[in-house]
């Protein structure tokens, strides 16, 4: 039986759980996947005692995305672009890291939408590990990014961070006389923020009288499943999608990295779907 986890804090909402065991008993896996709460002094050991233990594999979550980088032995280009790692392979003396979101939430419009992000403009609102996650998948794309953020510096070092792809990436403050030249350009609106979850249901990280009707609006929430923003944003005609993609293509991403297989999407949806519902 292979032997696979989670680990962040808190852990007890993670979905991944549901969603890689539902999987595994589609494809008929002998494999085991767990919630491991840890706390932050005791990350080393977990990771270092997964190795010991034989574990094919982790996911990383908050807050630890970053704070695993020093125990792994390499990084992917992907993780290595982000500075952010959501997956680890184990192998006979190496601890891989992997980030897998950036892909995962390129997949899940493609997936849902049959969404081409190739040479788009997209306007990121928020500027923590999320959007920087998504924002190299974008640029890997040609896409033109704009980034808004509550607190203007954040965004101006995600960009830093990211400078290698130079003009396509803009910094834009987050009020509505600065947005409103860029927002005829904007093709693809996305909320990395966590404005809209249950501790602020009802707002929305960006004023709804900004959107337009060709605009695509992606919020990166799952719960709720409708967010404020996309309620908005439907009203006004847009075309939306929550962040459930995103969570399913994520743990899709994981499998092809452990294994080089592609497990059943359509049943990650459902075990997903079943938890929140
Ligand atoms: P993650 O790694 O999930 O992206 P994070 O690094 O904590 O999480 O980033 C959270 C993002 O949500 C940030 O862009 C944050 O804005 P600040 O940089 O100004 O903190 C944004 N955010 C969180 N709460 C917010 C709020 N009430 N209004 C606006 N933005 C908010």
Known sequence: MELLGVIGNPIGHSLSPVMHSAAFKAV???????PFLVEADQLSQAIYGAQALGFTGLNITVPYKEKVLPYLTELTDEAEAVQSVNTIKFTEDRIIGHSTDGEGFMAAAEYELGYDFRGKTVLIVGAGGAAKAVTAALLNKQCQVYITNRTLERAEQLVHSLNRFGTQLEVVPLNSAALEPVMDEIEVVVNTTSVGMAQNLGQTPLAPSLLAPHQLVID????????????AAEQIGCRVQNGVGMLVWQAVKAWEFWWGITPPAEIMYQAVKASLS
């Open 220 to 231: 990166i929430i799952y719960n709720p499943e409708k967010t404020q923003l996309l309620k």
């Open 28 to 34: 008929g896996r002998s494999a085991l996947y767990l």
